[in-house]
């Protein structure tokens, strides 16, 4: 046990050594490099700062650009949307006069259909016989068609 708390005895004083040399600024030449190279890149910042701009100038216009173009085919999307419903529109009322006169012509097939079987029921009996009793009338309308 005694072992054990000496090299640990021996570990912290080598930490705590190792701490107050870099505090004090030990190894002076280190320092030297390192504002040497903090120097090179405060100066190559600089020299690279109109490039920065530069290449932020051209995103932003990049941006802008791609936003007019978004806006551009969205407000050509709203209108072809537009047309798109108002041929609807159209289609559906072309479609309603067409069903409509369909209709009509239907109803009025039919009611020619009743109209003559009534009149078949009821007068054309009467103008068959008439036609029979006669002969004469049948020939005249046969002349007249000749």
């Not at 012509?105 to 078949?120: A, P, T």
């Amino acid at each position: 046990m005694a072992k054990a708390f000496r090299h640990i005895r021996r570990f912290l004083t080598l930490l705590l050594a190792l701490a107050l040399c870099a505090l004090s600024g030990c190894g002076g030449a280190d320092e030297e490099k390192t504002k040497q190279s903090s120097g090179q890149k405060a100066q190559s910042p600089q020299n690279a700062k109109p490039v920065d701009t530069e290449l932020l100038q051209q995103m932003e216009m990049y941006r802008e650009i791609k936003k007019y173009e978004y806006e551009q085919e969205e407000k050509a999307r709203q209108e072809e949307k537009k047309q798109l419903e108002q041929m609807m529109k159209q289609r559906q009322k072309t479609m309603r006069r067409e069903f409509e006169a369909l209709e009509k012509e239907r109803k009025g097939r039919v009611y020619l259909q009743k109209k003559s079987q009534e009149e078949g029921s009821s007068d054309g009996g009467e103008q068959q016989n008439k036609q029979q009793d006669d002969p004469s009338k049948n020939k005249q309308k046969t002349e007249e068609k000749k």
